[in-house]
């Protein structure tokens, strides 16, 4: 893949595509090879982190969970898989030519990319979400900022992808975990946000937090709604039961939203509780991709090298002979 190396254009590789109306995309380019790659391990990791999410029972033989190691051990792994697709956006992509860039199947295109990088780092922040749940150390103000946070990855996730052909089962089917995800990340948010303005002295404060946590209660409804047309979409997919962040939030957001806007509303005049959601706080994100680099060129691949092994080669030869 060197500039000017021939070698770039020489063989043609294939590989099969899950989220494009083709079947398998064909390019005789070394760089759509390393695309391909990087994104391989991307869903190689995926896979790694979400059989590590998976309960398991314990030594005790108390009900299955998920360990705060085997949590931490994710976290990684996708900001890991989230390096892979940097790279892959940053450093590869720009490698392409224009005309091979339109031909590129869409599990490649930059908007796919993109949208998996940030997935990536939303799913990490969510399972950091759900270790603040279970730490009796973390502040409301604490698993806000994180609720926020992952809005604001799974919102660019969502305009990543909004646009692109994803029109097979797969496609449509991520499309829908976009969506779904990014709906869960709201009401999260709005939880918390409502929690925190339910804690201020003022009128003003108790009718914004009634409607924070009114806005909560609507996009979890609108979360389960979203989640059964995933399960729904083809290749048709089991509904689990809720774990991590959303089976805590399953209880508390119905139950505090019902008993703080009945309070709230006693206390004051319809007037004083806002009809519409005040804004979340807009906080920077902390998760980042790993620096991943791609390894240097082998020894092996220097022409020189090549053409000295070739030399030594006839050399042999002719002694030989």
């Not at 590590?52 to 398991?56: E, G, Q, V």
């Not at 609507?218 to 399960?231: I, L, P, R, V």
């Given at each position: 893949?060197?500039?000017?190396?021939q070698l770039q254009h020489k063989v043609q590789f294939v590989w099969v595509n899950q989220e494009d109306d083709a079947e398998e995309t064909a390019m005789s380019n070394a760089w759509y090879e390393v695309l391909s790659i990087l994104h391989l391990m991307a869903m190689l990791s995926f896979s790694q982190a979400n059989l590590?999410?998976?309960?398991?029972t314990s030594a005790d033989g108390y009900q299955p969970k998920v360990t705060e190691e085997s949590r931490?051990?994710?976290i990684?792994?996708?900001i890991k898989a989230a390096g892979y697709l940097d790279c892959a956006v940053r450093h590869v992509h720009?490698?392409?030519?224009?005309?091979?860039?339109r031909n590129l199947p869409v599990d490649l295109a930059e908007g796919v990319l993109r949208a998996l990088c940030l997935q990536a780092l939303g799913q990490g922040v969510d399972i950091q979400l759900g270790m603040a749940i279970d730490s009796t150390k973390a502040t409301l103000a604490v698993k806000r900022?994180?609720?926020?946070?992952?809005?604001?990855?799974w919102q660019q996730a969502q305009d990543n992808i909004m646009n692109l052909p994803l029109l097979n089962g797969w496609g449509e089917k991520h499309r829908l975990f976009v969506k779904w995800k990014y709906v869960e990340?709201?009401?999260?948010?709005?939880?918390?946000?409502?929690l925190i303005l339910d804690e201020g002295n003022t009128e003003k404060f108790h009718g914004m937090a009634v409607a924070a946590l009114q806005a909560a209660d609507?996009?979890?409804?609108?979360?389960?709604?979203?989640?059964?047309?995933?399960?729904a979409a083809p290749p048709l997919s089991r509904n689990p039961p809720l774990w991590g962040t959303m089976k805590y939030l399953s209880e508390k957001i119905p139950k505090d939203t019902s008993s703080k806007v009945r309070i709230n509303r006693d206390l004051y005049s319809h007037e004083k509780i806002m009809e519409t959601a005040p804004t979340l706080p807009d906080f920077a994100l902390a998760l980042k991709p790993d620096e991943y680099q791609l390894p240097p060129v082998d020894p092996s691949w220097n022409m020189e090298h090549m053409n000295k092994g070739q030399t030594g080669s006839n050399q042999l030869r002719n002694d030989r002979r």
């Open positions: 893949m060197k500039d000017g190396s590590l999410l998976l309960p398991r931490r051990a994710s990684d792994i996708f720009p490698q392409l030519p224009t005309e091979l860039k900022r994180l609720a926020c946070e992952m809005v604001k990855y990340a709201k009401a999260a948010a709005y939880y918390y946000h409502g609507e996009y979890f409804k609108e979360s389960k709604k979203a989640c059964d047309a995933f399960h």
